[in-house]
């Protein structure tokens, strides 16, 4: 059975960081995209980062870039999201997904596109609030 677990989500300061995991299990040794996505309420879902498949390419949305990293950690099965300078707008719902195996994306728009994505995790919490 596939699972994604999220973890870290918290309160924190602007300009604090958080660090979020994703723990992945049922997944086969096939490469596949997994990443990050945020939403807000009334707000559609935002792709924040992603690994893609074997090639290993990284999507990193705009509002994001020189402030978040994404990495992974194979043998764990887990995948991270390292976030620096936190702004207020930073804060939302932040899931974990993870596309088919052998999936990859090739374009930015593919990469930020949920649709492309297969499995969800149930979500973590980042308030970034004074």
């Known amino acids: 059975q596939v699972q994604l677990v999220e973890s870290g989500g918290g309160l924190v300061q602007p300009g604090g960081s958080l660090r979020l995991s994703c723990a992945a299990s049922?997944?086969?040794?096939?490469?596949?995209?997994i990443g990050w996505f945020r939403q807000v309420p009334g707000k559609e879902r935002e792709g924040v980062s992603s690994f893609s498949g074997s090639d290993d390419r990284t999507y990193y949305a705009d509002s994001v870039k020189g402030r978040f990293t994404i990495s992974r950690d194979n043998a764990k099965n887990t995948v991270y999201l390292q976030m620096n300078s936190l702004k207020p707008e930073d804060t939302a719902l932040y899931y974990c997904a993870a596309g088919h195996p052998g999936s990859r994306f090739l374009t930015r728009a593919q990469a930020r596109d949920p649709r492309r994505y297969d499995y969800w995790g149930q979500g973590t919490q980042v308030t970034v609030s004074s």
């Open positions: 049922g997944f086969s040794r096939d490469a596949y995209v």
